[in-house]
């Protein structure tokens, strides 16, 4: 391979870079963080009154079926599994709607047109809460893809500055190192060695080049699939909003309706002041653990917003410091946390409720439903720092049975640096206060104790004691 062939190759492959040198991976905006916290209506009402989906069912809209693979290969998370629940659900409201068309105002009927009525806002409230699933579930993947894009940017950004490095030594050695190389050998046999040793030099340069527009197309496709995935939320989110404004007009619609619905917000407030009480008692009596200062929806979202600035800044800063000891050579202790949270509920890949206002209070945790018993896991090394294991209450109930603050058994897991993991509603733990875990240790397994309404696991990301929304930090494919 002689001097010109291997100048052209670096010409082309720089020309080739450069015109891609914009690509950068940059987090989807925190406004898509739209949750359960978004079903409290303009005027202050909370429509979603219904329980929340657990196991469900298949996906939205008939997507195109490669569009779902991709995704999944991409994260190993099966939105799919929502569609079904929203085809059924739009398939009787289209009943529900034909059946009212046929009933007028007159007293003779109106009964079974307020019965149809009451059908219809069941239906979107089912709705609603499918599509909070569908969206959380999104927001999963697409920032476990964007985190996967930052590091494949990270990675093509290394080998672009090793190559760099490479074209800086053949400057400073001359453009002429390989001739005169060769002039100066004293044997044939000396010539042979450089000429091989040349060979070997252009073809590491190919290796890198090659290696490059490898990662470049992986960057690619890798984008269109976030961009397919961010495309999907906003169309979910826009039939979020239209089901919540057709259900603000329904509660209108009739005086019975609005009764009915004054009548739940009566229940639910007097509900959540009871619980909201216990869980303050609960925060205060773990000495600063858990943390909380907003009350209402829109205060409590700020306060998320916050901390989630403040934690993303902080997390940045131990990822650094850690890559930068794994470049020096050196490795993380057994129970050292990575700061990258795994999902802990491995095969159970289905989402029923997000951070955010759900059923009049504030649901401050990602709730993950599977089988009675199904094994939990660490989602990050660390030490346990509290455990209940005092409820007995493993069943589904529409309140709170007042045990552990409503996480009923828990366990509680210290990662240094002020993160912190709780999981709740345990059937049972398997770890001791003291015990040093590593990620994906085993610490419990699945149940309903506390205020559950069947059996899931309820996670939590806390930083200085505040939640997180762990939809943005836990990672589907580890």
């Given at each position: 391979?002689?001097r ?19 690509i ?56 799919t ?16 709607n034909?059946q009212?068309?046929?009933?007028d ?12 009525l ?101 960057y ?30 329904l ?68 990822h650094?410091?850690i ?10 202790g ?42 939990i ?102």
């Amino acid at each position: 391979m002689n001097r010109l062939y291997s100048l052209k190759r670096i010409l082309t492959f720089i020309i080739a870079f450069a015109v891609t040198a914009g690509i950068a991976g940059s987090s989807y905006n925190s406004s898509l963080k739209i949750t359960s916290a978004d079903t409290e209506s303009s005027q202050g009402e909370d429509y979603s009154y219904t329980e929340s989906v657990a196991d469900g069912g298949q996906q939205s809209d008939e997507q195109t079926e490669n569009d779902d693979n991709s995704q999944e290969e991409s994260t190993g998370f099966d939105i799919t599994q929502y569609a079904e629940q929203l085809r059924e659900l739009s398939k009787k409201q289209t009943e529900i709607n034909e059946q009212l068309d046929k009933y007028d105002e007159d007293i003779e009927k109106n009964e079974k047109k307020q019965k149809l009525l009451k059908e219809k806002i069941d239906s979107i409230n089912d709705e609603i809460d499918v599509l909070n699933s569908y969206m959380t579930a999104l927001e999963l993947q697409i920032n476990t893809n964007q985190r996967n894009i930052d590091k494949k940017q990270a990675e093509i950004n290394k080998g672009i500055e090793d190559f760099k490095q490479r074209l800086r030594a053949m400057y400073i050695a001359g453009s002429d190192s390989y001739t005169t190389m060769l002039l100066e050998s004293d044997s044939f046999y000396d010539i042979l060695m450089r000429l091989e040793l040349i060979k070997r030099v252009a073809h590491h340069d190919d290796t890198i080049i090659d290696n490059l527009i490898k990662l470049k197309t992986e960057y690619e496709d890798m984008q269109k699939t976030l961009d397919k995935q961010k495309a999907e939320y906003d169309a979910q989110y826009t039939q979020y909003t239209q089901q919540k404004d057709m259900l603000s007009q329904l509660y209108r619609s009739s005086t019975k309706t609005q009764q009915e619905l004054k009548a739940k917000q009566k229940k639910l407030r007097e509900q959540n002041e009871a619980y909201e009480a216990e869980r303050e008692q609960f925060e205060s009596s773990l000495s600063g653990i858990l943390k909380s200062s907003g009350s209402g929806g829109t205060a409590r979202d700020n306060e998320v917003s916050a901390t989630m600035a403040l934690a993303d800044v902080k997390l940045e800063e131990l990822h650094k410091e850690i890559n930068d000891r794994l470049d020096k050579g050196e490795k993380l202790g057994d129970t050292e946390p990575d700061y990258y949270f795994a999902w802990p509920v491995p095969g159970a890949y289905s989402v029923s409720s997000g951070v955010g206002a759900r059923w009049g209070s504030y649901h401050t945790g990602l709730d993950i439903p599977a089988a009675h018993g199904t094994p939990i896991h660490a989602s990050c090394s660390g030490k346990v720092i509290k455990i209940n294991t005092t409820c007995t209450h493993d069943y589904g109930k529409e309140e709170s049975c007042g045990c552990g603050g409503g996480y009923g058994n828990y366990v509680i897991i210290d990662h240094g640096n002020e993160f912190i993991t709780l999981y709740g509603h345990l059937t049972e733990v398997d770890v001791e206060i003291g015990d040093e875990v590593k990620k994906g240790d085993v610490i419990g397994k699945m149940g309903s104790t506390g205020f559950s309404t069947g059996d899931h696991l309820h996670i939590e990301i806390r930083y200085q004691g505040y939640i997180l929304n762990p939809a943005f930090y836990l990672d589907v494919t580890q």
